[in-house]
């Protein structure tokens, strides 16, 4: 699986890894949707940071990505406008 990170790059990411990256995004949506800021940062900060775990896609190679995140500054407000039911990453 390979995730973006807007403005930061792509990550590959083991296909074994996929179900506790959507765990992570889970936790996410749930912050969002109770609108707790301090949750929000936590759980968006462990998102980036499974991601950035994965593999760091080198800068001159392009591939489409399975899923596409938020930059790292994105606020609670803007989330909320991003995220949906099923959290920011598919599946």
Do not use: C
Request: overall charge negative.
């Amino acid at each position: 699986m390979i995730v973006r990170i807007m403005g930061e790059g792509q990550w590959r990411l083991a296909d074994d890894k996929v179900d506790a990256l959507n765990a992570v995004d889970g936790d996410l949506e749930k912050a969002v949707s109770s609108g707790d800021e301090a949750a929000y940062q936590t759980a968006f900060a462990a998102l980036l940071d499974f991601v950035r775990s994965g593999e760091k896609v080198p800068d001159d190679e392009l591939h489409d990505s399975d899923a596409i995140l938020p930059p790292s500054d994105s606020s609670l407000a803007e989330m909320r406008e991003l995220i949906s039911g099923d959290g920011l990453i598919a599946g």
